[in-house]
């Protein structure tokens, strides 16, 4: 049985800060050390319930925070490049995705909340309902017949991810107070409750209990920038359409294709960004 675990980094307890998720330093390392511990957590809980195989892809930042030699028996996706980003590497060969430390939506009060980019998207809707990146990424798991069975991160992450993910085991780690402070586990209890988790969520796909994504197709992903100039460079984007001034809305039957033309748009408007 095999296991794709897509790990981000605010989600983890313990973390309330940009410089815990941005190396280098010391506060940087911490983080690393409190993401690591919570993805091997979650490897051990889904190995304890049949995982034979698992690959790690490394979705934060620079998309190499992981020590390779210290993840148990996974293999490690990482690297500042990758087409498919957050699910990069997923295909119709795996049984189950985990997203490990994710966090809210820009517009949310999660802590360290945005969608894949602060400095250029305000907000994301998925067939007209707000979504942070779980729902985004939920597109690529759909598109290869994948359950997403398991979510850890703070309470905003579990509750943004329901709507698409209904039957998915959601682990709070933290509860968020505002986008920079949160109350969280003891980083052990953290990990006990993921591998826990991680170990019901396999059980579950195992018995049928997790249905794919929830997603109606043709899907449609509403795109609200920062400034008008970001939509308008994305407006030739295949299936796209101008839905506001900072807004694009991009519609595709293919969720794969449409998760691509997503994360392009991302690409380029990094070109535009202040400072
Ligand atoms: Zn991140």
């Known amino acids: 049985m095999r296991l794709f675990v897509s790990s981000d980094m605010e989600g983890s307890a313990g973390i309330v800060d940009w410089s815990q998720c941005r190396g280098p330093g010391p506060a940087y390392e911490e983080g690393c ?13 889904a190995q304890a319930a049949g995982v034979t195989d698992v ?21 490690y996706c990482s690297g500042r490049h990758k087409p498919f980003y957050m699910m990069e590497r997923l295909d119709s060969s795996f049984h189950a995705v985990f997203f490990v430390s994710y966090h809210g939506s820009m517009g949310s009060n999660g802590v360290l909340s945005h969608t894949y980019n602060p400095r250029a998207v305000s907000e994301v809707r998925l067939n007209g309902t707000v979504t942070g990146e779980s729902g985004i990424n939920g597109l690529v798991a759909l598109g290869h017949n994948v359950p997403v069975a398991l979510i850890t991160g703070d309470q905003v992450t579990i509750e943004e991810a329901r709507p698409f993910f209904p039957d998915l085991v959601g682990v709070t780690v ?8 949160a109350e969280s586990l003891p980083p052990g209890e953290a990990r006990s409750a993921i591998h826990e988790g ?7 796909v195992r018995a049928g209990e997790i249905g794919l994504p929830r997603i109606e197709l043709p899907a449609t992903l509403e795109v609200s920038f920062l ?3 970001m939509a308008e460079l994305c407006e030739p984007l295949r299936g796209a359409e101008r839905a506001g001034s900072r807004t694009i809305a991009l519609t595709d039957n293919d969720p794969v294709r449409l998760f691509r033309t997503f994360t392009t748009a991302i690409a380029l408007t990094r070109s535009l960004v202040d400072l």
Do not use: C, W, Y
């Open 33 to 45: 050390e409190l993401l690591r511990r919570e993805v091997v957590s979650a490897i051990g809980g």
């Open 55 to 75: 690959l790690v892809n490394d979705s934060h930042g620079v998309m190499a925070n992981l020590p390779p030699d210290r993840l148990g028996a996974a293999s």
């Open 174 to 181: 933290k509860q968020a107070v505002t986008r920079f402070s």
């Open 198 to 204: 991680a170990r019901k969520a396999i059980e579950r």
């Open 227 to 229: 400034t008008a100039d």
